[in-house]
């Protein structure tokens, strides 16, 4: 099938960015964005951000994963360690998440490396989840083969039957990891396709900020 796109062409005219309107730190930045983006009200699953990981035979592999917590340190999200993102990360820690929210016409591209939260933090939050999300990450070793959906939906029958009046128990391959960046952009979209983007770089525990070319 042949599909011709070129015609989608939008004009970005909703914001503007500057060296004088960006904050010194960039978590605080991020914290700022992700809070206007949270009250506009006007982008669905806010924290929905792409995660990018390389694996060990140098593939990248991008997928959707959720934002759980922004700690001074860094952005944790909750996954399988043995699934492909675990496994990569496993063998190379450099990773990136990207968020868009298209209706304020802005990126948020962060560079760092991700490592396994406590195994405490994990079982707190593990807890806090509702049932059947608990139940679901148990039936499921994820981003394995599977024979048909079938297979899944008895095991997840089984498991309910056997956890009904139990606790349901974290799987020991289930958890946290937290992304401590090393990099940002922010990047803001304008007309003629002159976006601006601010770019931070960490250098011995401080934060430079450029100007980056759109
Ligand atoms: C909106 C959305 C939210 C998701 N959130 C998560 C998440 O928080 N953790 C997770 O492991 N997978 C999440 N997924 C599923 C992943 O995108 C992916 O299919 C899964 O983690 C397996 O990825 P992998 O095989 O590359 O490891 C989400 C998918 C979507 C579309």
């Keep these: 099938m ?3 796109l070129h015609n989608y062409r939008k004009s970005y005219q909703k914001g503007t960015l500057d060296k004088s309107d960006v904050l010194a730190n960039p978590m605080e930045q991020f914290r700022d964005w992700f809070h206007q983006a949270e009250i506009s009200k006007t982008v669905d699953e806010v924290n929905a951000m792409t995660l990018s990981t390389v694996n060990d035979k140098g593939m990248p592999r991008g997928r959707i994963v959720l934002l759980k917590e922004v700690t001074k340190e860094g952005f944790i999200f909750y996954t399988n360690y043995g ?3 675990g496994q990569a990360i496993e063998h190379n820690s450099n990773v990136s998440l990207s968020f868009f929210w298209p209706s304020l016409e802005q990126q948020v591209i962060i560079e760092g490396k991700a490592i396994k939260i406590s195994e405490e933090k994990s079982l707190n939050y593990f807890k806090q989840r ?3 999300s608990q139940l679901g990450a148990l039936v499921s070793n994820q981003s394995q083969e599977v024979k048909d959906r079938e297979t899944i939906e008895n095991r997840l029958a089984a498991l309910q039957k056997e956890y009904e009046s139990k606790e349901v128990p974290k799987p020991d391959n289930w958890g946290g990891f937290i992304v401590k960046p090393e ?3 922010f990047w803001q979209g304008r007309h003629s396709r002159l976006h601006d983007r601010m770019y931070y770089l960490k250098i ?3 934060w430079e900020v450029k100007r980056l070319q759109p």
């Design 183 to 185: 990099a940002f952009e």
């Design 204 to 206: 011995d525990n401080s």
């Design 130 to 132: 509702p049932k059947d």
């Design 83 to 85: 699934s492909k993102k």
């Design 2 to 4: 042949n599909r011709d």
